[in-house]
């Protein structure tokens, strides 16, 4: 039988997010998951293993994932690899009867997300998509307030993901850089946020009518040594081809009715890592930018032409808000804090022996849906049916 001890594929930059959201909510469950503990942290690079599991108070390290798969001790499982190991990972990981959690993207294209979701429909365990801007209280409270009716019928919305991390030149190659191994560039790697939070807000994408992408820094150097996560290194005097999108920028039709813009940059100057939402109703309007994360913004129609927005601070009716050690108007949330409330709401589906619904499997399979569309649109110049799986 398999135990209840926590595994971390990946030490970089999202595995250490992962550990520190285990380390936030494990103990909230050490009575319902008996055994429940920070076992190991795998990665091929021993040195950044070792740092991650110091720091965050695993027990070992490991260089083999299969090795940590075929441990009977260990139970749960995050994957946070490179894009292109997610499936292999993911399908092996159910197969071997894991509580599964994988970083997003679930898959490079929506026909091997089909797969792990069918895999995970035959497994008898709990397995997830990590969506954690759905987790923001004031996200969560939009999602509310517009399932409320209180901004009526959507007419249309605007929902971007802006970073900055590519926007240098000198930054190295990587596989980030390659189709091959990364997909789509910025569609895939942060565009799955923009694309989740938008199906999330305001429902099921059934076309793109529409897309352009660019690639505006069209060759990058190989770094001379190892290199982690957006980090500069030296580089050698080789560089390679970039052939996949620094930015893409579509146009959704929303079953609904509800009209979308959507746009994902990696070379956004001056935008750091910004999530912008903004969305319009026969009866009001709402807004939230990551950038400012105490509030988001609702403007309710009055009828005099210059109906104002109020801003709705955090405070404890919100989403989540009872997860926080300090959950009074107007304190912010953390980039971090999101992945503990993700993490908690993953041990809890553990817990109480129930599916993940909130960022599940097929989440992620409807996300990779609409991503192909995108991709199908820029491609061809011509608009793109989201071909959806059946359920």
Not at 230 to 249: F, G, I
Request: net charge neutral; hydrophobic share 45%.
């Amino acid at each position: 039988m398999t135990g209840s001890a926590i595994a971390v594929i990946g030490a970089g930059m999202i595995g250490a997010a992962h550990a520190f959201g285990y380390k936030v909510a494990i103990d909230r469950f050490s009575r319902a998951i008996r055994g429940v503990r920070l076992k190991t942290v795998c990665d091929a690079n021993a040195e950044l293993a070792a740092t991650m599991a110091a720091t965050w108070g695993f027990e070992t390290v490991a260089s083999d994932w299969k090795a940590v798969l075929a441990d009977p001790d260990i139970g749960i499982v995050s994957i946070c690899l490179p894009n292109f190991l997610h499936a292999e990972v993911t399908l092996a990981a159910l197969a071997a009867g894991k509580h599964v959690i994988c970083e997003k993207p679930l898959a490079l294209d929506a026909a091997t997300a089909a797969r792990i979701y069918e895999a995970s429909k035959a497994a008898h365990t709990v397995s997830a998509t990590v969506f954690n801007y759905r987790r923001i209280p004031a996200v969560a409270a939009i999602k509310r307030l517009i399932e409320n009716g209180e901004i009526g019928g959507l007419v249309n919305a605007l929902v971007q993901y802006e970073s900055e991390y590519a926007a240098d030149p000198h930054l190295p190659h990587s596989w980030r850089y390659e189709r091959d191994r990364a997909g789509p560039g910025a569609l895939l790697d942060i565009g799955t946020h923009a694309v989740d939070v938008a199906r999330f807000l305001c429902g099921e994408v059934e076309e793109v009518a529409g897309a352009i992408a660019t690639i505006s820094i069209k060759r990058r150097f190989l770094p001379a040594g190892a290199s982690i996560g957006h980090n500069h290194v030296e580089l050698s005097s080789e560089s390679r081809r970039v052939d996949n999108d620094d930015v893409m920028s579509a146009l959704l039709r929303f079953k609904n009715g509800c009209q979308g813009t959507f746009l994902a940059s990696r070379v956004a100057v001056g935008m750091g890592n910004s999530l912008t939402i903004a969305i319009t109703g026969t009866k009001g309007a709402v807004r939230y930018s990551s950038r400012t994360p105490a509030h988001y913004e609702i403007a309710r129609f009055d009828g005099s032409g210059q109906s104002p927005f109020m801003i709705v601070a955090n405070n404890p009716t919100l989403p989540f808000a009872s997860l926080l050690p300090v959950p009074h108007d107007g304190v912010a949330i953390g980039y971090a804090e999101v992945f503990g409330f993700m993490i908690h709401e993953f041990l809890d589906a553990i817990a109480n022996g129930r599916p993940m619904a909130n960022g599940s499997v097929l989440d992620g399979l409807r996300a990779a849906e609409i991503l192909d569309a995108i991709q199908q649109a820029a491609d061809t110049n011509h608009p793109a049916k989201v071909r959806h799986r059946a359920a």
